[in-house]
């Protein structure tokens, strides 16, 4: 599986995270992941639409695509592989991603 | 020697050291240049997800854990690797890495990806796999070759060596 929800056991119950996926919208998903892209680019979070092509038009180097995908597992417990990485294309991939994921 | 041989032969060595010098080429000018292809390879072994043992670690590295201590020594302090002593058993010391670890360790998997993506491209589907076969018999060769010469002190003087940098 490409992407996959962390096993129970790898959790640290200590660490703020969002612990279920599964509960969280889609609405949710991009309001957490225009956060971080905000955080990350030094960027507004109202840049960011579902529909923005993440490689034609944010100004996001091969590490700083590392640096999200590191943060979304953590955040949301997840193991992206790279091959789902690679079929990224829009800020909606990546929820979707993240969304089929929990469910 | 055939000549067909003798150009395999000097391919192949050319690819060995070649993969070995742009690796540390890249690992110079790139984001991590405070680490060596062996602290790379450390990196690798720990893997970015479930925390594992030094046990562990040094068996899928070939080591003994005296000289992966001395390696994970350097990561800790490098802020690559963290330390965790297990809840339940508090003998067992579990290494795990650090965002900045996980980080090292997508980039240097996106190198060996780009190289074999720029490998596989022009070639079809039976010959990818006819190359992949033969990959795989050329890597179980020097592996056994390994095994009979190896004791792990390669490894040992790599680590040493770059600790006395």
């Known amino acids: 599986m490409a992407v996959s929800k962390k096993k129970a056991s790898d ?5 703020e995270k969002v ?3 599964k509960a969280l919208s889609r609405e949710v998903i991009f309001d957490t992941l225009s956060d971080m892209l905000a955080e990350l680019l030094e960027m507004k979070k109202s840049d960011f639409s579902e529909d923005t092509m993440i490689f034609e038009e944010l100004p996001l180097d091969s590490l700083q695509l590392y640096e999200l995908v590191v ?4 955040r949301f417990d997840l193991q992206i592989s790279d091959e789902a990485i690679e079929k990224i294309r829009s800020v909606g991939d990546v929820v979707d991603m993240i969304h089929d994921a929990a469910n | 020697m055939e000549p067909l041989e003798q150009d395999f032969a000097a391919s192949l060595l050319s690819i060995f050291d070649n993969v070995l010098l742009t690796e540390e080429m890249a690992l110079s000018k790139g984001y ?3 680490l060596s292809i062996a602290e790379l390879h450390t990196i690798n072994a720990i893997g970015p997800y479930e925390a594992r043992t030094m046990t ?3 068996n899928i590295l070939g080591i003994t854990i005296g000289t992966l201590t001395v390696a994970v020594d350097r990561l800790v302090k490098k802020k690559y690797v963290e330390r965790q002593r297990d809840t339940k058993d508090r003998r067992i010391v579990r290494i795990s890495l650090t965002r900045q670890g996980k980080l090292a360790y997508r980039m240097h998997s996106k190198f060996h990806r780009v190289l074999a993506k720029r490998i596989f491209d022009p070639l079809n589907e039976q010959e990818r796999k006819i190359l ?3 990959i795989e018999e050329i890597d179980s060769f020097v592996k056994e070759q390994y095994k009979k010469y190896s004791t792990g002190e390669q490894y040992k003087k790599i680590v040493r060596d770059d600790t006395e940098v």
């Open chain 2, 32 to 34: 991590f240049s405070d």
């Open chain 1, 71 to 74: 943060d979304l597992e953590e």
């Open chain 1, 11 to 15: 959790m640290n119950e200590s660490e």
């Open chain 1, 19 to 21: 612990t279920s996926a």
């Open chain 2, 132 to 134: 992949t076969k033969t």
């Open chain 2, 56 to 58: 562990e670690t040094a």
